[in-house]
């Protein structure tokens, strides 16, 4: 088992770390993990939702068994600052057309995406107009995870009459991820060259405990016999469960995220049926990440 996420060695913080990185420019998500993953030097990286070469900003990555938490990003909201381009001058009518595309959108993905291009809805949550300069808006989008941005864009002009495509996008927060924390590769590099010369403190500051990737989630707390099962592969029980907090006010068994007593994440799994403590499976297993 680990231990507390606060006292874990440099190597047991890079083998089950997460890294809030600031991608740049012109290479893919999949080449900047790649690049973190050889730098790190761990056998395997994950990152949190796929950014297109030229888009710029939050993209959290897994690193080593901290990967299998990667279904956590699937969940939780993206947003985005994005210049819409118009193809003709701002109409009066901009905000009314931007509050019709808040709530429940239809959505197919585009010719080049990675999954099939079939209809789906997608939710907006927010849609709002920072700045209009001649033919450019600056957009702030909170949206759910799989909306393509671009889409959206290209839906906005043919609704305003004048057609318009997508500009500058970066991405400013993934849930539980935003700007505020971001690292850059720079940043990174020069963390693990001075945790190479024996001062670790700004690579503990880079890198960050897996759990932090789970800090949006419902919260099990279970005993460490309980733990020690549920690394074998057991659900979890009842008589192990020690608290849960955080649950949804209508929760529909949502994901949660199992600790030990000393915060130490465990695995993730779906709430199931009364949560009274007193009898049967409280937990049923999606991912051991020990």
Request: glycine share 10%.
């Amino acid at each position: 088992m680990r231990g507390a996420p606060g006292a874990r060695s440099i190597d047991e913080r890079l083998s089950f770390g997460v890294v809030n990185l600031d991608k740049p420019p012109g290479p893919s998500a999949h080449q900047v993990t790649a690049w973190v993953r050889d730098l790190v030097g761990t056998e395997r990286a994950a990152h949190a939702g796929t950014l297109d070469p030229k888009v710029t900003g939050c993209l959290p990555i897994l690193l080593g068994d901290a990967t299998r938490l990667a279904q956590v990003f699937l969940e939780g909201i993206k947003e985005y600052v994005a210049v819409l381009e118009l193809h003709g001058r701002a109409p009066e009518n901009l905000d009314s057309v931007l509050d019709e595309f808040e709530g429940d959108i239809y959505q197919k993905p585009p010719k080049k995406s990675a999954v099939a291009r079939r209809l789906r809805v997608r939710r907006v949550s927010e849609l709002t107009a920072l700045e209009v300069e001649g033919r450019r808006v600056l957009l702030r989008i909170r949206c759910e995870s799989g909306t393509y941005v671009r889409k959206l864009c290209h839906d906005l002009g043919r609704a305003l009459g004048i057609g318009a495509h997508m500009g500058d996008l970066r991405r400013v927060g993934t849930t539980p991820f935003d700007d505020t924390t971001l690292v850059s590769m720079h940043d990174l590099t020069d963390a693990l060259a001075f945790a190479d010369g024996g001062d670790p403190g700004m690579l503990l500051d880079t890198v960050q405990p897996a759990e932090r990737a789970l800090t949006h989630l419902p919260r099990v707390e279970i005993a460490n016999s309980a733990a020690r099962e549920v690394a074998e592969g057991a659900p979890v029980y009842a008589p192990g469960v020690l608290s849960v907090e955080d649950l949804p006010e209508d929760p529909d068994e949502p994901l949660v995220a199992c600790y030990t007593p000393d915060g130490a994440a465990i695995c993730l799994g779906r709430l199931v049926g009364e949560t009274e403590m007193e009898s049967g499976t409280v937990v049923d297993l999606e991912r051991v990440v020990v």
